[in-house]
Nanobody, 115 residues
Framework: QVQLVESGGGLVQAGGSLRLSCAVS????????VGWWRQAPGKQRELVAT???????NYADSVKGRFTISRDNAKNTVYLQMDSLKPEDTAVYYC?????????WGQGTQVTVSS
C-alpha cells in the first residue's frame, strides 16, 4: 500500500524559507512522478511543481525562481524548498505521486506566510 506523509509546514514571515518533505512508503517511488500542489482557502487546488523519475521538472510560473523540487530515491522522499516566501503562498500543500494511472495524495501540510 502506498502512503504519503508530508511534514515541514508552519508559520513564516514574508521573505523567509521553509522546506517541505514527503515520505513515501511502497516500492514504486523510484519510477513515479512526484509533485507538490497547494490549495488556498476558497480556491482550487493548483500545481506547484513536479519532478519525473528522471530529472525533468516543471514549476508554476508563480513559484519559478523561488521554489525547488528535489527527490532522494534512496530515502523515498520528495522535497520542496521554498524561498522568498510571499503571503500569497499561504495554502495547504499536498504531495502527489503518479504511477502509470494510479494517483496518490498525502494529507497536506499547512504553510502560512505572514506579511
Amino acid at each position: 500500500q502506498v502512503q504519503l506523509v508530508e511534514s515541514g509546514g508552519g508559520l513564516v514571515q514574508a521573505g523567509g524559507s521553509l522546506r517541505l518533505s514527503c515520505a513515501v512508503s511502497g516500492s514504486i517511488f523510484n519510477t513515479s512522478t512526484v509533485g507538490w500542489w497547494r490549495q488556498a482557502p476558497g480556491k482550487q487546488r493548483e500545481l506547484v511543481a513536479t519532478r519525473t523519475s528522471g530529472r525533468s521538472t516543471n514549476y508554476a510560473d508563480s513559484v519559478k525562481g523561488r521554489f525547488t523540487i528535489s527527490r532522494d530515491n534512496a530515502k523515498n522522499t520528495v522535497y520542496l524548498q521554498m524561498d522568498s516566501l510571499k503571503p500569497e503562498d499561504t495554502a495547504v500543500y499536498y504531495c502527489k505521486l503518479a504511477y502509470f494511472l494510479d494517483i496518490y495524495w498525502g494529507q497536506g501540510t499547512q504553510v502560512t506566510v505572514s506579511s
